[in-house]
């Protein structure tokens, strides 16, 4: 694990304005049959005692377009170390959780539960930048190779004025390996802008030089646009 790190690490140097990023991100998703109710009961935990010294940023995010994923939410904690992550999956044994488990279990249902480190991030980071979320799920095969021909399509894009928001490299830590390996995200303002991106790479020599490339290196096995409905930042 730690060759595989420093390898990342060694790519993202290539690019000015990339960061190799310490820290974790945990997915819940769910499925929800009230929203409303759902999202009223996350305001209520993380406006209490609980969520004030809950050690992450967390938002509740809509999964707008999923393919056949049963799951329509995801509450998403950013982690910046270990410490906060263990702290963080730590308080989900205390009581105030366990409280808001119940509440909301008469009409939401989990369906995946992932960790995920952070690999490689840049780009503007801000949160007016980073509404919506493109995400491509990846089998990977060689990481750091990936990473290498991932930042200079990164470099070339940002050069053309073609990534509005942040974008990145997932590699996941425990969760369903035989689904998926590893993430790229792309961050937008609002999904006009997502779709105005989206349209601008895959048309765009430097994806088509990239996409050739990792053709043997890495298979997309799903990809999807999500909306971030809101965010509670660490306290």
């Known amino acids: 694990m730690r060759k595989y790190i420093l390898c990342l690490m060694a790519a993202a140097v290539l690019l000015s304005n990339v960061v190799f990023a310490e820290g974790y991100l945990a997915t819940y998703s769910v499925k929800v049959t009230d929203a409303q109710a759902f999202g009223k009961e996350m305001d209520e935990l993380m406006s209490s005692d609980w969520g ?59 369906v995946e539960q992932s960790l995920h480190q952070k690999l490689v991030t840049g780009g503007d980071l801000s949160l007016e930048k980073n509404r919506v979320y493109t995400i491509f799920r990846m089998k990977v095969e060689s990481p750091s190779e990936y990473a290498k021909a991932y930042l200079k399509l990164a470099k070339a894009q940002v050069k053309a004025g073609n990534i509005e928001g942040g974008y990145g490299i997932r590699g996941q830590v425990a969760g369903s390996n035989d689904v998926y390996t590893h993430y790229a995200y792309l961050g937008a303002s609002n999904l006009q802008s997502a779709m105005e991106m989206r349209n601008n790479l895959l048309s765009s020599d430097d994806f088509k030089t990239f996409n050739k490339k990792v053709s043997d290196n890495r298979e997309v096995v799903s990809s999807n646009i999500s909306i971030v409905l809101k965010h509670y930042a660490k306290q």
């Open 52 to 110: 004030k010294r809950f050690p992450a940023d967390v938002m509740l995010i809509h999964q707008a377009f999923n393919g056949y994923d049963e799951a329509t939410h995801s509450v998403v904690m950013n982690y910046a170390n270990e410490a906060d992550m263990a702290a963080g999956t730590s308080a989900f044994y205390q009581a105030p959780f366990g409280e808001f488990l119940a509440k909301i279990s008469d009409y939401s249902g989990g």
